[in-house]
């Protein structure tokens, strides 16, 4: 028997075959779902083309050995987030993060990221996009005890923004470690090389830097 289930999805990520189509993606109600698009990678196919990475869509699936998609439609292209460079990259990281954490159904969390991304997305202001984008990264690292934020001196405690860090966390410029890595927070381009750091220390996950929007795809190390 056939077991349906509808919903929305984020597209964190997908992969290509001969004819078919697959796409990891993550929902309120059955977390992260890798599901199969029969016929999704045919010319013809119209299904596939809403399967862009950082497209939320609501899907109709059933069920079998996996999800099999049948019927999909674009709710939100989060469009704005995806016509400037930096923002794409910190979007792009934002996904590869949820990639690599995002498993169980976790309603609460969801809503108020999704949330968060359809206000950034409509705000049209990339300076608030970016910073935005930035501290939703945090947040998820936050929320699964990945990194602290903000960020406190291993030494004295307090919250810093910028110093460095080592295998047993992080120092202010007062109490740098020796062969610590330094980082800050105060520009897109520290942000985007200390999260790259941070993520290939602590996750594994290498995020490739890729200008293409119309391809807007992840990298990572580790494939499955
Ligand atoms: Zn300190």
Redesign the pocket.
């Known amino acids: 028997m056939r077991e349906y289930v509808s919903g929305l999805f984020l597209i964190l990520d997908s992969r290509k075959y001969t004819d078919d189509l697959a796409f990891i993606g993550i929902s309120p109600f059955e977390g992260q779902q890798t599901i199969v698009v029969k016929g999704g990678n045919r010319e013809t196919s119209t299904r596939g083309k809403a399967l862009d990475i950082g497209n939320a869509i609501k899907a109709k699936l059933y069920k079998r050995h996996h999800y099999y998609l049948t019927e999909s439609e674009i709710v939100e292209s989060f469009s704005f987030l995806k016509s400037d460079l930096t923002t794409i990259v910190l979007f792009q990281i934002l996904l590869a993060v949820l990639k690599q954490t995002y498993f169980l159904a976790e309603r609460q969390f969801f809503f108020s990221l999704y949330n968060s991304l359809l206000d950034i997305n409509i705000s049209k202001d990339v300076e608030r996009a970016q910073l935005g984008i930035f501290l939703l990264i945090m947040k998820v690292l936050n929320f699964y005890d990945i990194l602290e934020f903000p960020i406190t001196?291993?030494?004295?405690?307090?919250t810093?923004y910028q110093?460095n860090f080592d295998f047993l966390g992080f120092?202010?410029?007062?109490?740098k470690a020796n062969n610590g890595s330094e980082f800050s927070l105060f520009t897109n381009t520290t942000r985007i090389d200390f999260l790259k750091t941070v993520l290939k220390d602590l996750l594994n996950v290498t995020v490739t830097f890729n200008p293409v929007i119309a391809t807007l795809s992840l990298d990572q190390t580790q494939e499955d």
Request: glycine share 16%; net charge neutral.
């Open positions: 001196c291993q030494i004295c405690g307090n810093i110093g120092y202010c410029e007062k109490h």
